[in-house]
């Protein structure tokens, strides 16, 4: 078996017929994108050959920009949820928890024990359905058809699931600042148990398919290989990160939303290839699974809805006797509320990597700033270090195992 | 009084008789392929669509195919910026005829949630659309009955005849 | 390199954190002893340090503070731009993050700079993360980087006119 390193392009290319080819040494240029079915999303890659092996791997981005953080410049505090749920498309609830989580901060407001539990519970279920999302069209890009269906329709027990807290499938929008949108109906429950029942067989299933299976190991093994130290020097982070040996997770190191007392192992491997990077997400799938599992044990009852006169709209018959009730219902609902002067950066864990949003108050009802750092931002720049050298098939393989969203990159 | 269908159905059982239009229109709608156009969180959605409980492989788009050449449907599936119009545009004219466009989604339709300097308000300014399908995103069972509502609309195609209602697409 | 990185890990408490403050960030001591004529401020507000710099001490600020011992800032998070409104002055507001995995703090690093001589040295040597930052903040702001490998736009075509993100930038656009 000889492995793409050991494949040397002769520097005057000579076909086994003995003749010469006409290319020669010249390189070609090719534009993989921005329309591909691999590219996962409006992604342009000017990939320079020379033959089928990879010389140099640009991406051009910008297809997707929404200009999403001058939009949300423009929307109140609370409404800036509908925004942020729509950039990192498959992460849709970690992103509104970061942002939420942020300005809580400015605010100097604490989410119930409730609320806290729901969130870990619901970013967890978000993770999963992004990871199982990335090992669908991953797998598929490889070449692999099949396991494509068998995780979407995991993903769709998710989205019920979703759908039965928040009425949306996608974008749900189901954590405000100060809580969540409402509490869990009586329905979620159950739905949950029965889906956590049939994911392990999924997962044991899955292995046996794929993991398993010797093309797909050769296919990923010692392809788009970064060294930790290298990777840290580029910005990568999330699994990609953990899959060069860098034990770097910020659920465990800079605790958000009560994952401090959630017990959970952080998966590492130390190759940095495709397949440490496959590993690193299969093995968090499961870990995701014992977080979820315990959130459901250990779920408070209780208010969802934090005690801070901003944020919280006042009881009902309070407010229909008195005056000043009234006024205080009014102006939260009619103007919204107001964030003190001052700038914070949260950092989370998204699936992706470190999501860090960084927002400057100016004491109004609108932020002034709201800056998102993008995980997939950085864990594309690295692609054309990781690319050098590859074969054209590997690229594809490079693309998928980096797990990139655009809407996170162009915002 | 028989009717000329009913002669020729008795003198002649292996003969078929049907409209030229209705066979083709029927042949064209039963087997639309789309284009892979997804760009950002309707093609999920769209990917849901093809999955083992949206099955819309059903109606015979079975084939996602990448090529515009062979394909004949583009499901322009999310936010369109300004830096992919050009692009949308040129896939759009490189696919044959006959082609049809569905904008999926409110970011497609109209600009969505984005009224800004980045978003193209509303596919329809790049490329005619025939059906437009609401929703951020539409959830499959909509973008189901979107190319089932595409596929009444084929039917009343004319490949002969010049319509009223329904230009040709020939 | 990654023993140590995983032994700083594991011997990492989890310490009590108060509500919101679940990073930890460094204290500028070590900075205002060596650069103390390149510093202009020290805010501390909501367990987060902002130290505000001159231009000047960008470049030697940010090696020595990924190089030495004791602060070891081996990850640069975000590069920041700031419009500060129209008319204001300064104008604009460039904020690094950074993040050092061995000592898990963070730190950040804001420079101001007028609208007329918006230009900032580059990072991008002492960390290649900056490079696309340092691209999108001259795409959105129009704020210059000295010495970039590559300064071109990022998000926007190519050919476009204008600087969306600052504030005097129509949402609507052109």
């Known amino acids: 078996m000889v492995s793409t390193k050991e494949i040397v392009v002769p520097t005057t290319s000579v076909t086994t017929l003995g003749k010469r080819d006409p290319l020669g040494d010249q390189r070609m240029t090719i534009s993989l994108g921005p329309q591909h079915p691999s590219t996962h999303g409006v992604l342009r890659v000017e990939v320079e050959l020379d033959g089928e092996v990879v010389v140099a791997a640009r991406p051009d981005i910008g297809y997707l920009h929404t200009g999403m953080e001058k939009t949300m410049e423009n929307q109140k505090w609370q409404q800036v949820v509908t925004i942020t749920c729509r950039m990192d498309y498959l992460n849709s609830m970690g992103n509104d928890l970061g942002y939420v989580l942020a300005v809580e901060k400015l605010l100097g407001v604490e989410a119930t024990p409730r609320t806290q539990v729901l969130r870990v519970l619901l970013t967890e279920l978000n993770r999963l359905s992004s990871h199982l999302v990335w090992w669908g069209t991953h797998v598929m890009d490889i070449g692999a058809m099949s396991p494509f269906f068998y995780s979407f329709d995991q993903r769709e027990k998710i989205l019920d699931l979703f759908e039965c807290v928040s009425g949306a499938r996608f974008h749900q929008s189901y954590f405000r600042i100060g809580g969540l949108m409402a509490d869990i109906p009586n329905t979620f429950l159950p739905l949950l148990k029965e889906f956590m029942a049939g994911f392990l067989d999924f997962l044991q299933m899955g292995k046996r398919l794929v993991t398993g299976n010797k093309i797909f190991q050769t296919r990923t093994k010692g392809i788009g290989v970064i060294s930790g130290e290298d990777a840290l020097n580029w ?33 590492i491997e130390r190759d940095g290839d495709v397949w440490a990077r496959y590993l690193v997400r299969m093995r968090e799938m499961e870990e995701s699974y014992k977080i979820i599992q315990q959130a459901i044990d250990r779920l408070p009852s209780g208010p969802i809805q934090s005690d801070h006169p901003k944020l919280k709209l006042p009881e009902r018959d309070l407010m229909k006797e008195h005056i000043d009730v009234m006024i205080h219902h009014f102006l939260i609902a009619a103007e919204g509320f107001t964030v003190p002067i001052g700038e914070v950066y949260f950092p989370i864990e998204s699936a992706r990597g470190e999501l860090g949003y960084y927002i400057v108050s100016d004491g109004k009802e609108k932020p002034w700033r709201v800056r998102v750092k993008a995980p997939s931002f950085l864990n594309l720049q690295v692609l054309p270090k990781l690319a050098e050298g590859m074969l054209l098939a590997d690229l594809i393989g490079i693309i998928g195992s980096i797990d990139i969203v655009l809407g996170d990159i162009d915002r | 009084m028989k009717g000329l269908e009913t002669i020729l159905g008795e003198a002649m059982p292996d003969v078929l008789t049907t409209k030229l239009d209705w066979l083709i229109n029927w042949a064209r709608k039963s087997s639309l392929w789309p284009a892979t156009f997804g760009l950002a969180c309707c093609a999920i959605e769209m990917m849901a669509v093809t999955d083992a409980r949206n099955d819309l492989a059903r109606f015979g788009a079975e084939v996602f195919r990448a090529s515009p050449r062979q394909a004949d449907l583009m499901i322009v599936a999310g936010r369109v910026s300004i830096k992919m119009a050009p692009v949308l545009r040129r896939i759009y004219d490189q696919m044959s005829e006959p082609k049809w466009v569905i904008s999926m989604g409110a970011c497609a339709s109209a600009g969505g949630v984005f009224n800004n300097y980045a978003i193209v308000q509303g596919v329809d300014k790049i490329v005619p659309v025939d059906v437009f399908v609401p929703g951020c995103p539409p959830r499959p069972e909509g973008l189901i009955y979107a190319v089932m509502k595409l596929q009444e609309k084929i039917e009343r195609d004319s490949v002969l005849y010049e319509r009223a209602d329904t230009p040709s697409v020939f | 390199m990654t023993e140590e990185l995983k032994q700083a890990a594991e011997s990492n408490q989890l310490a009590v954190r108060g509500p919101n403050q679940t990073s930890h960030y460094v204290d500028a001591q070590a900075l205002s002893a060596q650069f103390a004529d390149f510093i202009e401020e020290v805010v501390e507000a909501r367990g987060e340090v902002t130290v505000v710099i001159k231009r000047e001490g960008l470049v030697p600020i940010m090696a020595f503070l990924r190089d030495e011992a004791s602060l070891k800032f081996n990850f640069l998070s975000d590069v920041a731009g700031v419009d500060l409104g129209e008319f204001a002055e300064p ?54 980087f000295t010495d970039h490998p590559d300064l071109r736009r990022i998000l926007m075509p190519a050919d476009y006119e204008g600087h969306p993100l600052r504030k005097d930038f129509p949402t609507k656009g052109y």
């Open chain 3, 91 to 144: 104008r604009f507001a460039v904020a690094y993050h950074l993040y050092s995995l061995p000592h898990n703090h963070r730190l950040r690093i804001k420079v101001f700079l007028i609208e007329d001589d918006a230009w900032v040295p580059t990072v991008s040597e002492i960390w290649k993360s900056a490079n696309w930052m340092e691209r999108e903040i001259y795409d959105m702001y129009g704020v210059d």
């Open chain 1, 235 to 267: 910005g990568l982070s999330g699994p990609s990160l953990r899959a060069s040996g860098v034990p770097w997770d910020i659920r465990k190191t800079e605790p958000y939303t009560g994952y401090e007392k959630y017990d959970f192992e952080v998966p």
